[in-house]
């Protein structure tokens, strides 16, 4: 039987629903207590925990952030004193920024893709709850130092030279740069997890064309984490470096710039507000269209839009630097692309506003938080076109006005529409209708606080009062319209207060509700709720129509029941595994079944050896750290697992399974998949570093005078030659190993390791000066230390996958893995290589 064929079979004898139950809750259930939350990787729980842990770094957020407005209130106020305040208005914009907004979207992108796509769970179970333990931990390092006083007070952007070890001498910056870089990982995980589980596991059938709107916004969001969240990640780290071994990144007088540290910041920065917007928009897509009765109108043009945004927004970061003295063509340039993404973002909303002016409305709860969004976000967006004016920025630039927008964006483009989507999805979490009254009050307090508060402040920031002050005895213009702002805050703050009061009353309160209650059209409401673990009793077929444009509730209810009777493929758990569909990423042809893990601890261990690097190089214990790193690889290497056996076979895996074969035997599964996307986010740091050898080469002072006589005569080249043929060898076994495993490629391939890692080693070793001494080589450090733990990963990847090959069930998945890494550090060697003999580091 053919791949297609198995797809789009006849339907099945229906089974029992209640024995089809109790099959997959046998495979998919937690275990109890305490093991339970330590082992859980399902995707609907781990993504609840991001929302839920999200939420509650809110609310600390918000706590923050009213002692900020309470110090505001007065010009003289002695709430508290400006040690204190640097540290409230840090940890204000770091929470909201990294341990809100971002995990949100996270856990809701974890909790619902499965459910609109039809599968059973993400790519990677165990990389999910990796991601969650790294946020919960890396925000606990966060809270813990500020509870302790030492909590960052640098501003959210770190900006140097304020954040150097000179003028900021505690650990107070080493708290965020080593804490935020900590939760960059789960950003990254989350990315990782997301790309590959839209494109690889959905219902059969379900095409590229077919893909519903939000998983379109969250593979934009992904692309956008996996290129954006990198040059932040490599500026922590070379931020850290400087301050720990006092390397030379940032320093001018040792040919460093701190406006590198500026660069990297917002090639992450300006992104992040649309990674923020873009999975908001995709829930209002979803909100809209229910309640407006008919399919969001212009589908191809929104999705065009998104990448259209996704595109452009790599071209705005220095809209955030126009004052720091670059040329006047790249303020043209950079100021045209920030009001030209305003076009996308337009598209989307006027698409929206005709769904609805077509359609016939529902004025739900859920549609008052749409409507504040509309209102607040389009004001923040018209704001946000002034300040891409460089005249009017150039005034406006550093003053209360930037926050006042800043807010109305993230407010208005986000808080809105997360809280229309927990009223929307709250039934899906918790299987009970909401507690009528509340919601309405706490829409309206938390709408009119949002305006009393930020509208004002937009007049305060015309006047001059700037950001980051505490006190501001001589302009009592500022007096009466800081007043106001702090009433509003409190205003606002009231409103959550109540929204979560409402929320809890739903919670243990409300009256079960029936199946889709809001009467959509999407697949997440094709089941009973709140849903089982493995979400359906069976999978849609290639012939059952999934698609949201054309389903009707009617025809979504007969769909449901059609798969709670096992009527679809892989009805039930007759094997004994956890089991979800492969399809094929564009035309949506079933073609591999995915043997999913179960419960574990890794990736709780994990995440705690992680943790001891990051706090081992907090304390300054780097030998610590270094044992640490040891920990971290063993802890990966264990993740590699032979197949659990199938119930009544002898083999580990069967050949096939309902006629298709299992992920692990099936070359381009998705170890291969997640490997690529991977070394997407792996190539975007490696971008980012030569970016950072550019400009420093081009822009930094004293650049030129580090040139020193080599001592060592032709050694450094000959050290540079090594590496690069040690690229090269890899290069061909990355080639080679496409092909088939051999001995010749082994061997070729752990020449290119050795080569690579003793080329890069000698080449540290006999550089003229110390990273200390000059960036010119701290730079050169930071790519022989780049490859060199590259060389050291292949190594780890060969002795972790020996296993495999030993078992021989996943020996051809595991190639294809091996020989992705072999290419790519073949390639960066040959580059870095390169880069350096030609600027003559």
Request: proline share 6%; aromatic share 10%; hydrophobic share 55%.
């Given at each position: 039987?053919?791949?297609?064929?198995?797809?789009?079979?006849?339907?099945?004898?229906?089974?029992?629903?209640?024995?089809?139950?109790?099959?997959?809750?046998?495979?998919?259930?937690?275990?109890?207590?305490?093991?339970?939350?330590?082992?859980?990787?399902?995707?609907?729980?781990?993504?609840?925990?991001?929302?839920?842990?999200?939420?509650?770094?809110?609310?600390?957020?918000?706590?923050?952030?009213?002692?900020?407005?309470?110090?505001?209130?007065?010009?003289?106020?002695?709430?508290?004193?400006?040690?204190?305040?640097?540290?409230?208005?840090?940890?204000?914009?770091?929470?909201?920024?990294?341990?809100?907004?971002?995990?949100?979207?996270?856990?809701?992108?974890?909790?619902?893709?499965?459910?609109?796509?039809?599968?059973?769970?993400?790519?990677?179970?165990?990389?999910?709850?990796?991601?969650?333990?790294?946020?919960?931990?890396?925000?606990?390092?966060?809270?813990?130092?500020?509870?302790?006083?030492?909590?960052?007070?640098?501003?959210?952007?770190?900006?140097?030279?304020?954040?150097?070890?000179?003028?900021?001498?505690?650990?107070?910056?080493?708290?965020?740069?080593?804490?935020?870089?900590?939760?960059?990982?789960?950003?990254?995980?989350?990315?990782?997890?997301?790309?590959?589980?839209?494109?690889?596991?959905?219902?059969?059938?379900?095409?590229?064309?077919?893909?519903?709107?939000?998983?379109?916004?969250m593979l934009g969001t992904a692309a956008m984490m996996l290129i954006g969240f990198p040059p932040l990640i490599l500026g922590s780290i070379l931020l850290e470096a400087q301050?720990?071994?006092?390397?030379?990144?940032?320093?001018?007088?040792?040919?460093?710039?701190?406006?590198?540290?500026?660069?990297?910041?917002?090639?992450?920065?300006?992104?992040?507000?649309?990674?923020?917007?873009?999975?908001?928009?995709?829930?209002?897509?979803?909100?809209?269209?229910?309640?407006?009765?008919?399919?969001?109108?212009?589908?191809?043009?929104?999705?065009?839009?998104?990448?259209?945004?996704?595109?452009?927004?790599?071209?705005?970061?220095?809209?955030?630097?126009?004052?720091?003295?670059?040329?006047?063509?790249?303020?043209?340039?950079?100021?045209?692309?920030?009001?030209?993404?305003?076009?996308?973002?337009?598209?989307?909303?006027?698409?929206?506003?005709?769904?609805?002016?077509?359609?016939?409305?529902?004025?739900?709860?859920?549609?008052?938080?749409?409507?504040?969004?509309?209102?607040?976000?389009?004001?923040?967006?018209?704001?946000?076109?002034?300040?891409?004016?460089?005249?009017?920025?150039?005034?406006?630039?550093?003053?209360?006005?930037?926050?006042?927008?800043?807010?109305?964006?993230?407010?208005?483009?986000?808080?809105?529409?997360?809280?229309?989507?927990?009223?929307?999805?709250?039934?899906?979490?918790?299987?009970?209708?909401?507690?009528?009254?509340?919601?309405?009050?706490?829409?309206?307090?938390?709408?009119?606080?949002?305006?009393?508060?930020?509208?004002?402040?937009?007049?305060?920031?015309?006047?001059?009062?700037?950001?980051?002050?505490?006190?501001?005895?001589?302009?009592?213009?500022?007096?009466?319209?800081?007043?106001?702002?702090?009433?509003?805050?409190?205003?606002?703050?009231?409103?959550?207060?109540?929204?979560?009061?409402?929320?809890?009353?739903?919670?243990?309160?409300?009256?079960?509700?029936?199946?889709?209650?809001?009467?959509?059209?999407?697949?997440?409401?094709?089941?009973?709720?709140?849903?089982?673990?493995?979400?359906?009793?069976?999978?849609?077929?290639?012939?059952?129509?999934?698609?949201?444009?054309?389903?009707?509730?009617?025809?979504?209810?007969?769909?449901?029941?059609?798969?709670?009777?096992?009527?679809?493929?892989?009805?039930?758990a007759p094997r004994g595994v956890r089991e979800t569909l492969i399809i094929d990423a564009v035309s949506g042809r079933a073609e591999a079944v995915a043997v999913l893990p179960?419960?574990?601890?890794?990736?709780?261990?994990?995440?705690?050896?992680?943790?001891?690097?990051?706090?081992?190089?907090?304390?300054?214990?780097?030998?610590?750290?270094?044992?640490?790193?040891?920990?971290?690889?063993?802890?990966?290497?264990?993740?590699?697992?032979?197949?659990?056996?199938?119930?009544?076979?002898?083999?580990?895996?069967?050949?096939?399974?309902?006629?298709?074969?299992?992920?692990?035997?099936?070359?381009?599964?998705?170890?291969?998949?997640?490997?690529?996307?991977?070394?997407?986010?792996?190539?975007?740091?490696?971008?980012?570093?030569?970016?950072?050898?550019?400009?420093?080469?081009?822009?930094?002072?004293?650049?030129?005078?580090?040139?020193?006589?080599?001592?060592?005569?032709?050694?450094?080249?000959?050290?540079?030659?090594?590496?690069?043929?040690?690229?090269?060898?890899?290069?061909?076994?990355?080639?080679?190993?496409?092909?088939?495993?051999?001995?010749?490629?082994?061997?070729?391939?752990?020449?290119?390791?050795?080569?690579?890692?003793?080329?890069?080693?000698?080449?540290?070793?006999?550089?003229?000066?110390?990273?200390?001494?000059?960036?010119?080589?701290?730079?050169?450090?930071?790519?022989?230390?780049?490859?060199?733990?590259?060389?050291?990963?292949?190594?780890?990847?060969?002795?972790?996958?020996?296993?495999?090959?030993?078992?021989?069930?996943?020996?051809?998945?595991?190639?294809?893995?091996?020989?992705?890494?072999?290419?790519?550090?073949?390639?960066?060697?040959?580059?870095?290589?390169?880069?350096?003999?030609?600027?003559?580091?």
């Amino acid at each position: 039987m053919t791949t297609h064929q198995t797809s789009a079979q006849a339907p099945m004898t229906p089974h029992d629903p209640a024995a089809l139950h109790a099959e997959l809750e046998a495979v998919w259930r937690g275990l109890p207590g305490w093991r339970g939350f330590v082992c859980e990787v399902n995707h609907g729980a781990i993504g609840l925990r991001f929302m839920i842990t999200a939420i509650v770094y809110f609310a600390i957020g918000g706590v923050l952030a009213m002692l900020i407005r309470v110090q505001l209130a007065s010009p003289r106020a002695a709430f508290v004193g400006p040690d204190i305040y640097n540290q409230l208005f840090t940890m204000h914009g770091t929470i909201m920024m990294f341990l809100f907004a971002i995990p949100m979207l996270e856990g809701l992108a974890l909790y619902l893709l499965p459910k609109v796509m039809g599968a059973r769970d993400m790519a990677y179970p165990r990389l999910s709850a990796l991601g969650w333990w790294c946020y919960a931990l890396g925000g606990l390092i966060l809270l813990v130092a500020m509870l302790a006083g030492v909590a960052p007070d640098g501003g959210w952007f770190m900006y140097t030279p304020l954040s150097d070890k000179v003028h900021t001498p505690g650990i107070n910056a080493d708290v965020w740069l080593l804490g935020i870089t900590f939760v960059e990982i789960s950003a990254i995980c989350a990315a990782v997890e997301i790309t590959v589980s839209i494109l690889k596991l959905r219902a059969a059938g379900m095409a590229l064309t077919r893909l519903p709107l939000f998983a379109w916004y969250m593979l934009g969001t992904a692309a956008m984490m996996l290129i954006g969240f990198p040059p932040l990640i490599l500026g922590s780290i070379l931020l850290e470096a400087q301050r720990a071994f006092d390397w030379a990144f940032f320093d001018p007088a040792r040919g460093g710039d701190p406006i590198l540290w500026q660069h990297l910041f917002w090639l992450f920065g300006h992104p992040e507000v649309y990674i923020i917007f873009l999975p908001a928009a995709g829930a209002l897509s979803v909100m809209i269209a229910t309640f407006a009765r008919q399919p969001i109108i212009g589908h191809a043009m929104i999705v065009a839009a998104i990448w259209a945004m996704v595109f452009l927004s790599f071209g705005l970061w220095v809209h955030h630097m126009f004052t720091i003295g670059i040329p006047h063509l790249a303020l043209a340039f950079f100021s045209a692309a920030s009001m030209l993404v305003a076009v996308p973002t337009s598209v989307q909303i006027f698409a929206w506003i005709g769904t609805l002016w077509s359609g016939q409305p529902r004025w739900s709860l859920p549609m008052l938080h749409i409507t504040g969004f509309f209102l607040t976000f389009v004001l923040g967006g018209l704001t946000g076109v002034m300040l891409a004016a460089v005249p009017f920025n150039w005034q406006a630039h550093d003053t209360a006005f930037v926050t006042a927008h800043l807010h109305y964006v993230l407010i208005g483009g986000f808080v809105f529409p997360m809280l229309a989507a927990i009223t929307y999805w709250m039934p899906h979490f918790t299987g009970r209708r909401a507690v009528r009254g509340l919601g309405t009050a706490a829409f309206w307090l938390i709408f009119i606080g949002v305006h009393g508060t930020f509208l004002v402040m937009h007049l305060t920031g015309l006047l001059g009062m700037p950001r980051r002050v505490s006190i501001y005895p001589d302009n009592p213009e500022w007096e009466l319209l800081n007043l106001i702002s702090s009433v509003g805050g409190f205003i606002m703050t009231a409103g959550f207060a109540l929204f979560a009061v409402d929320m809890g009353l739903q919670l243990f309160m409300g009256r079960r509700t029936r199946r889709n209650p809001w009467r959509a059209t999407s697949l997440d409401w094709a089941m009973r709720l709140p849903p089982p673990t493995y979400n359906l009793a069976s999978l849609p077929r290639a012939d059952m129509e999934t698609d949201e444009r054309t389903l009707t509730p009617s025809r979504l209810d007969m769909l449901a029941t059609t798969l709670a009777m096992g009527e679809g493929m892989l009805a039930g758990a007759p094997r004994g595994v956890r089991e979800t569909l492969i399809i094929d990423a564009v035309s949506g042809r079933a073609e591999a079944v995915a043997v999913l893990p179960g419960n574990t601890m890794r990736p709780a261990l994990t995440a705690l050896t992680i943790g001891l690097f990051f706090l081992a190089m907090l304390a300054g214990f780097y030998w610590v750290a270094a044992a640490a790193v040891v920990l971290v690889a063993a802890m990966c290497a264990s993740w590699i697992r032979p197949v659990a056996p199938i119930q009544g076979t002898t083999a580990a895996v069967p050949e096939t399974i309902e006629g298709l074969p299992a992920s692990p035997c099936y070359r381009h599964g998705l170890g291969w998949w997640g490997s690529a996307v991977l070394l997407v986010a792996n190539a975007s740091l490696f971008a980012s570093l030569l970016f950072a050898v550019a400009f420093l080469s081009v822009i930094a002072p004293g650049w030129e005078g580090a040139v020193q006589e080599n001592p060592h005569g032709v050694l450094p080249m000959a050290a540079l030659l090594v590496t690069a043929i040690g690229g090269a060898l890899l290069l061909c076994a990355g080639l080679w190993s496409q092909r088939a495993a051999t001995a010749g490629q082994r061997a070729l391939a752990w020449a290119g390791m050795l080569a690579v890692a003793a080329g890069a080693l000698a080449s540290g070793a006999m550089m003229t000066g110390s990273p200390a001494e000059h960036a010119r080589h701290a730079v050169q450090a930071a790519i022989m230390a780049y490859l060199v733990v590259h060389a050291l990963i292949l190594v780890t990847m060969h002795l972790a996958a020996a296993r495999g090959h030993r078992i021989g069930v996943q020996a051809v998945a595991t190639q294809g893995v091996l020989a992705q890494w072999h290419g790519y550090t073949g390639l960066v060697a040959l580059v870095g290589a390169l880069a350096l003999a030609v600027a003559k580091l």
